[in-house]
């Protein structure tokens, strides 16, 4: 990923501020060990450990929409699906293993795997 540390994304459905803006377009930095270990810290992770997540997103999401800050309150208003798309993105970015697709030449016919490029890369 060549040193690449932000990730743009793009929600499914958004999530919608008070003023009833929908915001879907954003950004996700790499995750440090701190932010994976901090949130075990938080006395809400400690009661429900399904707010491990929550606490994880809100601290690596960068920019969501025009939001001032993407905040745990900010990811609790989030629909299921677009939750689950950023669980997904989170491990893609961060996995150690670069997602491959097999493809096929349309000149030569030939069959190679090739890397499957994130979404706001070039």
Known sequence: MDGQTDFAFVLPRGVTDEQGVTHREGTMR???????IA???DPRVRANEAYFVIILLSRVITQL???NSVTP???E???AGDLNYLQDFYQ?????EVPTMEVVCPHCGQSFATEVPLPGES
Request: proline content about 4%.
């Open 77 to 79: 208003r989030l629909y």
């Open 73 to 75: 309150g900010v990811i």
């Open 65 to 67: 929409g025009t939001l």
């Open 92 to 96: 893609r970015i961060n996995g150690m």
């Open 30 to 36: 790499l995750a440090t060990a701190l932010d994976e």
């Open 39 to 41: 949130p075990l810290r």
